[in-house]
């Protein structure tokens, strides 16, 4: 009966070039489904995911190089580093002499405050909007410009555009989130080519996500970053991808117009070297805690937290401003099985604040929650229906990590070894 | 120096414990890390506690009570009244307790569950031993009851709440005010006074004690029985002694 | 050796953790039995009086005291403990206690003020042993460090003998025996084991002067 069944198991289809075996991080209980960043301007809907490297002893890179960091890093050492870049970059005249993005957030909050009033630089604040942004992500936003006193400036997308893109992304790469991304992340090089700032600071490192950083010099975001997600200098948006559809089919069939894409489209390098454009990330001269963060940020700007625990998860103040966010975490764990919980948890033990045991309670417990509260805005927003919703991400799921039952889909493999597959220890 | 005993007015620590550390959240949120059970109880009580208060932080989200072991080494050398509360879901899980050496227990979500269960208990364990905790969000022109460590809302009105227990056979009320536990701006005066003189029996603020002040306001203004104080303490700000001689002269 | 009463009410361990405090010997009984080798009787509990006194009928410890009592052993009631030594408590209609102290256990009431609830019961919280007719010396209440003590209790005992309170108590000037004493019978309407420093003394007191039989 046994030998049957591993026959099977290794028939069955696995999407998206993920590895066939299932495990799980011994330290922080992160799946080894999960995926580096995606270079999303290529993403589409046959894209192969690279996913996060385990060791032999079956622990993730990002608890390797969180462990490295809490042991091997001398942070005056990385102190002085970051004094010596914002001595080189300072204003003496007052106007902006760095950018930092942000949404009001825990991490930005800290991250804002930390340059213009320790380090005394001049930030200039930068912001991409949430697809919709939930009440308490508006405020949170509000009191970091009103309490914290900082410029901003705020960049929304064209509405029509944006709802559209997403609607693609969602049913060509079950990725809602994949515009809202895109946007962001080309967003900061972009401020900084427009006004002249040649310094950008963002928060977290990536490698806290388990993202290789190929960072040639310490702290420095190259072109070539795998967390930058580019992996060719194109800026001409009928060559490049969005929502898993090209430019060129977008202008075409969707009647979308080319001007309407420069929000997602990237600064072309020669802009970047020619400005001298310097990214950097505050985390990697600061030793990063986001539950720090968020006492920080609460003592500064009056930040509020969710009201009620965030659905998916168990906490309270970790991504809290856009009400399609949920959705992101949701159509995670239906393509990886990796939910919010297990990304909220996997980072707290990391940092030390639980063990991986509580992080399996609190999977077993919150893990793939499907979020109600904003979810009929969500379906609105990509123009489908519940039936629809879910008849699409069932086209998603992975054979070899979802099975079929009478009560409906069930994990193959957990890391509470509950799965439906578990019991046969293949 | 025997310490000072308020009249009418106990001053109380309360330690939310995670494992074998005490922390300190913010409007119940976070796990900052702040002392050790043991050594800040033995501190408090040297300094004149009227009472301790043990909250097991994370019992709902794990599914277990972890406390025991904790309860029963601070119960031998602890010669005033300790309430336990934390993830308590049934008789059995207060008995258990009880018998460990907690004087009171405190619970919330399983008494906005199933409200039967305080009455069961007053009537196995004596009225005197049954803490209703509220957390109490702002909610429109009221307050809203939260259960699950004010992680899930319940649309149940906290002040009816209040009274409801009342009548089913809670001993005491402990009000926690979730939008400034943490804060160490003041008590939310307004829920205070909502609460404190609607009811008959001994009410216990907590959330917000940042000052001398915050106390001696409540202390002077209203009918309540005592406050449970955490980041006063936890972070040296004012001592009990502090406290207690602030609001002698009154 | 002193022994607790368990009459299946109330929870032994805070007793327990004082006497152990105390380097003091105990054991804990729960039925009736030989009790000669046991030089003090503590008589512990929380809850009602109705089940109190069915507790101890239950396990015959009701006559167990009573002859204790007649024969000279020191006893201590706390809280309920005290409240179950007089001869009847008026809480659900009538129920007749042990007769060692002759009075009456009465609810506390109180009326709103200004349609406020400012007086709470229980009682619960530390408040004041005030003298009353008897020298604190020599006693129970021999020598304490402090004179404030922790309440928890919606009854209080009216004694017709004024002169077996040796304690009185007010809450919200309602005064009430916080302390009583009948030759080798003890009574402590707080509780000693939750009080302290002073609570200690007044165990401790228990132990050393209760044989004295003036």
Request: net charge neutral; with cysteine.
């Amino acid at each position: 009966m046994n030998k049957k069944l591993v026959l099977n198991q290794n028939d069955l289809e696995v999407k998206y070039g993920l590895p066939r075996k299932v495990l799980f991080c011994s330290s922080c209980n992160m799946t080894n489904q999960r995926p580096n960043s995606t270079n999303e301007f290529l993403h589409n809907k046959s894209s192969q995911k690279k996913t996060i490297p385990f060791n032999e002893e079956g622990r993730c890179s990002a608890c390797l190089h969180k462990e490295k960091q809490h042991k091997d890093i001398d942070w005056k050492e990385r102190e002085e580093e970051l004094n010596a870049l914002c001595n080189k970059y300072r204003s003496k005249d007052g106007s902006y002499d760095c950018i930092v993005p942000g949404s009001g957030g825990k991490d930005s909050v800290y991250a804002a405050w930390m340059l213009k009033y320790k380090y005394n630089m001049h930030p200039l604040t930068v912001t991409w909007s949430p697809h919709l942004y939930t009440e308490v992500g508006w405020n949170n936003f509000q009191n970091w410009i009103h309490k914290g006193g900082f410029d901003n400036f705020l960049f929304t997308p064209n509405g029509k555009t944006h709802r559209l893109l997403t609607r693609l992304a969602t049913i060509n790469m079950l990725h809602p989130f994949q515009p809202f991304i895109m946007g962001q992340k080309t967003y900061v090089k972009k401020m900084c080519a427009q006004f002249n700032i040649p310094l950008a600071f963002y928060g977290e490192m990536p490698g806290e996500y388990g993202n290789i950083t190929k960072s040639k010099t310490a702290g420095e975001r190259t072109f070539n970053d795998a967390g930058h997600g580019f992996e060719k200098n194109e800026t001409d948006p009928e060559k490049l991808f969005f929502g898993g559809v090209s430019g060129e089919e977008l202008i075409k069939k969707y009647k979308v117009e080319k001007n309407d894409l420069l929000a997602y489209t990237p600064l072309s390098s020669e802009i970047e070297e020619k400005k001298k454009i310097d990214v950097h990330y505050l985390g990697y001269y600061l030793k990063w805690d986001p539950q720090e963060c968020y006492y920080f940020s609460v003592d500064k700007i009056d930040f509020k937290a969710n009201p009620v625990r965030t659905e998916g998860t168990y906490s309270k103040y970790n991504s809290l401003d856009d009400k399609i966010d949920g959705y992101f975490y949701y159509t995670s764990y239906i393509k990886f099985g990796m939910g919010r919980a297990m990304q909220d948890s996997a980072q707290e033990c990391r940092n030390q604040k639980i063990t991986p045991e509580e992080g399996r309670a609190l999977i077993k417990k919150f893990d793939g929650e499907l979020p109600q509260r904003y979810f009929n805005e969500f379906l609105e927003y990509i123009s489908m229906n519940t039936e629809e919703f879910h008849d699409l991400c069932d086209t998603f799921r992975s054979p070899h990590l979802w099975k079929k039952e009478s009560s409906g889909w069930k994990l193959r493999h957990t890391v509470n070894k509950d799965g439906v597959d578990d019991k046969f220890n293949t | 120096m025997i310490t000072k005993r308020l009249k009418n007015f106990r001053i109380i620590p309360r330690l939310d414990i995670k494992n074998d550390t005490v922390i300190k959240g913010i409007h119940l949120e976070g796990l900052r890390v702040v002392g050790n059970p043991t050594e800040l109880t033995q501190k408090y009580y040297n300094e004149g506690a009227d009472e301790i208060i043990f909250m097991d932080a994370v019992a709902s989200l794990y599914e277990r009570n972890s406390l025991d072991l904790i309860v029963e080494k601070v119960a031998k050398k602890l010669f005033v009244p300790l309430t336990v509360g934390g993830g308590l879901r049934n008789l059995g899980d207060i008995e258990k307790v009880l018998r460990l050496g907690a004087d009171k227990v405190a619970i919330n979500t399983a008494a906005v569950r199933n409200p039967n269960l305080i009455s069961e208990a007053a009537n196995r364990f004596g009225s005197q031993c049954i803490v209703v905790s509220i957390d109490a969000k702002k909610k429109g022109d009221s307050w809203e009851s939260y259960v699950d460590t004010g992680r899930e809302s319940t649309n149940l009105d906290a002040i009816n709440w209040a009274k409801e227990v009342v009548d089913l056979g809670a001993g005491e009320l402990l009000i926690t005010s979730i939008d400034r536990e943490g804060t160490k701006k003041g008590f939310e005066e307004d829920l205070v006074e909502k609460i404190a003189s609607k009811v008959p029996i001994p009410v216990i603020a907590c959330g917000g004690a940042g000052s001398v002040d915050h106390v001696s306001s409540l202390y002077k203004k209203f009918p309540i029985s005592a406050v449970a104080c955490a980041s006063i303490f936890h972070y040296n700000i004012s001592s009990i002694a502090d406290l207690k001689a602030s609001m002698e002269t009154e | 050796m002193i022994a607790i009463i368990d009459y299946g009410l109330s929870n032994m361990k805070s007793i327990e953790n004082v006497l152990s405090f105390l380097s003091l010997d105990y054991e804990v009984i729960n039925t009736a039995t030989d009790m000669t080798k046991y030089s003090h009787v503590i008589l512990p509990g929380v809850g009602a009086f109705i089940d109190g006194m069915k507790g101890l009928k239950e396990r015959g410890l009701d006559i167990v005291l009573k002859d204790l009592a007649n024969k000279g052993v020191p006893i201590l009631g706390i809280c309920l403990g005290m409240q179950l030594l007089l001869d009847k408590s008026l809480e659900f209609g009538e129920t007749k206690g042990l007769s060692l102290f002759s009075g009456v256990v009465k609810p506390l009431k109180f009326e709103k003020k200004d349609n406020m609830y400012d007086k709470k019961v229980p009682h619960i919280g530390w408040n004041r042993l005030l003298k009353n007719r008897v020298e604190w010396e020599g006693n129970i209440l021999d020598n304490l460090v402090g004179d404030e003590v922790y309440f928890v209790h919606s009854f209080f005992c009216d004694l017709y003998n004024q002169n077996q309170v040796i304690a009185n108590t007010s809450y919200h000037n309602h005064m009430f025996a916080s302390v009583i004493r009948n030759k080798n019978v003890y009574g402590c309407q707080f509780h000693p084991e939750k009080s302290a420093k002073v609570g200690i003394q007044i165990v401790e007191n228990f132990i050393k002067f209760g044989e004295k039989n003036e």
